[in-house]
């Protein structure tokens, strides 16, 4: 059974950081595109980065020079560093794991960000 948890979320001031981790079991994210998404509420579910197995990485505009993917394929762990947060960076970040086939999308519970003064 897949299973993807997330850990690191909570509340900071803006400005702050925040480093937030995905451990998966039941799968080898050697060969999967990990990626974070985040929704905010009231908004659709948006990617904030990804990285290839390949390694290639991409982020969406907003996150840009703030937020740094990685991954460690050993150990089947996937890190999200966010620097510099604003309050519109609050949200539920989700992990992700993609494959090659379509039933191979999976998702973590999720873990809140919330960026306040």
């Known amino acids: 059974q897949v299973q993807l948890v997330e850990s690191g979320g909570g509340l900071v001031q803006p400005g702050g950081s925040l480093r937030l981790s995905c451990v998966g079991s039941?799968?080898?994210?050697?060969?999967?595109?990990m990626s974070w998404y985040r929704q905010a509420p009231g908004k659709q579910r948006e990617l904030v980065a990804a990285?290839?197995?390949?390694?290639?990485?991409n982020y969406v505009d907003s996150v840009k020079g703030r937020f740094t993917i990685s991954r460690d394929s050993a150990k089947n762990t996937v890190t999200l560093q966010m620097n510099s947060l604003k309050p519109e960076d609050t949200a539920v970040y989700y992990c992700?794991?993609?494959?090659?086939?379509?039933?191979?999308?999976?998702w973590g519970q999720g873990t809140q960000v919330t960026v306040s003064s």
């Open positions: 992700n794991a993609k494959g090659v086939f379509p039933s191979q999308n999976y």
């Open positions: 039941g799968i080898s994210f050697r060969i999967y595109t």
């Open positions: 990285r290839t197995s390949g390694g290639t990485t």
